[in-house]
């Protein structure tokens, strides 16, 4: 499905039907060859529009997955990156496909669950790509407040947000009926999968963000191109640290 070297129907159905976890250990050999996994030209703009916030020291790759967003972290960064995922399989690859860089900062993968990470306050970035859908709305202020200790006082916490589709188009029809099918297998079998689309509503968000402790601001990422009303097709949230 989706390529050649894609997962099958077959593999996405049992993908599926497992944890959370266990759903994306099972993925992770051909998850780059998805279009789950963040477009280079996403990565591309979030790395130009941090470029001219840095250079940080230290940076770190919240539910890194494939460590796609590693090379975002390897570009900014001088001293160290860090990659965190609940899922060994994920991780497994990222080691893989993304190896150590002789002229680069050092790069370290932890094996840990987003909602409890296992750092003091060291790191300057976080970043997080396509990770939000996996969590319900009520984990997401402790989400916030686990990275938060993780940063340094006037640390960044930043990730792309989209534009949401337009009420009746086909993204839109897409997100919602791909939700509701999602609930409705999660009433009916166990162990839950969580990934929906439409629980990250970016008011919601930066009220979580502020009473968690960040000052938020968020810049258009251009690149990514504009709707017909002019508003961005994209933003990046920069949460800062206070």
Not at 143 to 155: C, I, T, W
Not at 186 to 215: C, K
């Amino acid at each position: 499905m989706f390529t050649e070297q894609g997962p099958t129907v077959r593999e996405l159905a049992v993908q599926a039907l497992s944890s959370t976890e266990r759903g994306y250990d099972l993925l992770a050999p051909k998850f780059d060859r998805t279009p789950y996994r963040t477009p280079d030209r996403v990565l591309d703009a979030v790395t130009r529009a941090l470029a001219p916030l840095g250079p940080f020291a230290a940076g770190l790759d919240v539910c890194c997955g494939t460590g796609a967003g590693m090379d975002v972290l390897r570009t900014v960064c001088r001293e160290h990156v860090t990659g965190v995922d609940f899922s060994a399989g994920m991780l497994a690859r990222a080691r893989t496909t993304h190896p150590p860089a002789g002229d680069g900062p050092a790069v370290h993968w932890v094996r840990a669950d987003a909602r409890a990470l296992p750092f003091r306050p060291s790191f300057d970035l976080a970043l997080s790509f396509g990770a939000f859908g996996h969590f319900l709305p009520r984990e997401r202020p402790g989400l916030f407040a686990e990275v938060h200790g993780a940063l340094r006082p006037g640390g960044l916490f930043a990730f792309p947000i989209g534009a949401p589709p337009p009420v009746g188009s086909r993204a839109y029809w897409s997100f919602l009926g791909f939700d509701a099918a999602m609930r409705v297998r999660n009433a009916l079998w166990h162990p839950e999968f969580i990934m929906y689309y439409r629980t990250f509503r970016l008011p919601d968000v930066l009220d979580d963000l502020t009473r968690t402790g960040f000052a938020v601001r968020l810049p258009p990422l251009a690149e990514l191109g504009w709707r017909p009303d002019g508003s961005p097709r994209a933003r990046l949230v920069v949460a800062a640290r206070e």
